[in-house]
C-alpha cells in the first residue's frame, strides 16, 4: 500500500484586530468591577464575575493555529484554536484544485482579474513566510486558498498531481 502522507502547520499571528480585541474584552470587565466597587452594586458584581468567566473560555479562541493534511489527494485545513479545540475548516479533493503556486507567481495572474473570487486564508500572516496559494474549484465558486505547506507536502502533492504544482 502506497499512501501519500504529509502535515504541516503554523501559528497565526496576532494582528491589530486580535489585540484590541482582547485589550478590549479585559477593560469591559475591569470598567464593569470598578463600577461595582463604587457603588457596591451586587449585580454589576455579578456581571464581573461573568465577565471574567466569559475570558477565561474565550481569549484562548483568539489564539489560532493552522494545520495541513494532505492524505492521497485529500487535502484538509484544520484550525487548532487554544491549542485544545480542533476543527475542519476545509477539506478539499485534489481533482477540484486548478494549481497550487508560490504567492505571487505569475502562473496565478490569469485568476488576478476575477472578482468573484472567494478567499480563506490558513496562513500565519508572517510576511517571511513561504506563502503559497491553492486555486480550488467546486461547480461554478473558485475559491483562492493561502496557505504554508513543507517541502514533504508539496511533494506529496506533486507525486499526486504533478502538472497542478509549481514551486517557482
Given at each position: 500500500?502506497?499512501?501519500?502522507?504529509?502535515?504541516?502547520?503554523?501559528?497565526?499571528?496576532?494582528?491589530?484586530k486580535v489585540v484590541l480585541q482582547k485589550t478590549g474584552?479585559?477593560?469591559?470587565?475591569?470598567?464593569?468591577?470598578?463600577?461595582?466597587?463604587?457603588?457596591?452594586?451586587?449585580?454589576?458584581?455579578?456581571?464581573?464575575m461573568l465577565g471574567i468567566i466569559g475570558l477565561v473560555?474565550?481569549?484562548?479562541?483568539?489564539?489560532?493555529?493552522?494545520?495541513?493534511?494532505?492524505?492521497d489527494g485529500q487535502l484538509d485545513f484544520d484550525k487548532?484554536?487554544?491549542?485544545?479545540?480542533?476543527?475542519?475548516?476545509?477539506?478539499?479533493?485534489?481533482?477540484?484544485?486548478?494549481?497550487?503556486?508560490?504567492?505571487?507567481?505569475?502562473?496565478?495572474?490569469?485568476?488576478?482579474?476575477?472578482?468573484?473570487?472567494?478567499?480563506?486564508?490558513?496562513?500565519?500572516?508572517?510576511?517571511?513566510?513561504?506563502?503559497?496559494?491553492?486555486?480550488?474549484?467546486?461547480?461554478?465558486?473558485?475559491?483562492?486558498?493561502?496557505?504554508?505547506?513543507?517541502?514533504?507536502?508539496?511533494?506529496?502533492?506533486?507525486?499526486?498531481?504533478?502538472?497542478?504544482?509549481?514551486?517557482?
Amino acid at each position: 500500500m502506497n499512501e501519500l502522507y504529509a502535515e504541516a502547520g503554523c501559528k497565526r499571528l496576532n494582528t491589530m484586530k486580535v489585540v484590541l480585541q482582547k485589550t478590549g474584552l479585559i477593560a469591559v470587565v475591569v470598567i464593569v468591577f470598578l463600577l461595582a466597587i463604587l457603588t457596591l452594586n451586587q449585580i454589576l458584581m455579578f456581571v464581573g464575575m461573568l465577565g471574567i468567566i466569559g475570558l477565561v473560555f474565550f481569549l484562548p479562541r483568539l489564539n489560532v493555529e493552522y494545520e495541513y493534511i494532505f492524505v492521497d489527494g485529500q487535502l484538509d485545513f484544520d484550525k487548532i484554536m487554544g491549542g485544545a479545540r480542533r476543527k475542519t475548516a476545509m477539506r478539499i479533493q485534489i481533482e477540484q484544485i486548478e494549481i497550487v503556486a508560490p504567492a505571487g507567481s505569475h502562473t496565478l495572474d490569469s485568476y488576478s482579474n476575477n472578482s468573484q473570487v472567494k478567499i480563506k486564508d490558513f496562513s500565519s500572516g508572517d510576511p517571511n513566510a513561504k506563502v503559497y496559494v491553492v486555486m480550488h474549484r467546486q461547480g461554478e465558486t473558485l475559491t483562492k486558498i493561502l496557505f504554508e505547506p513543507d517541502e514533504k507536502m508539496l511533494a506529496c502533492m506533486k507525486q499526486k498531481s504533478p502538472r497542478k504544482i509549481v514551486e517557482y
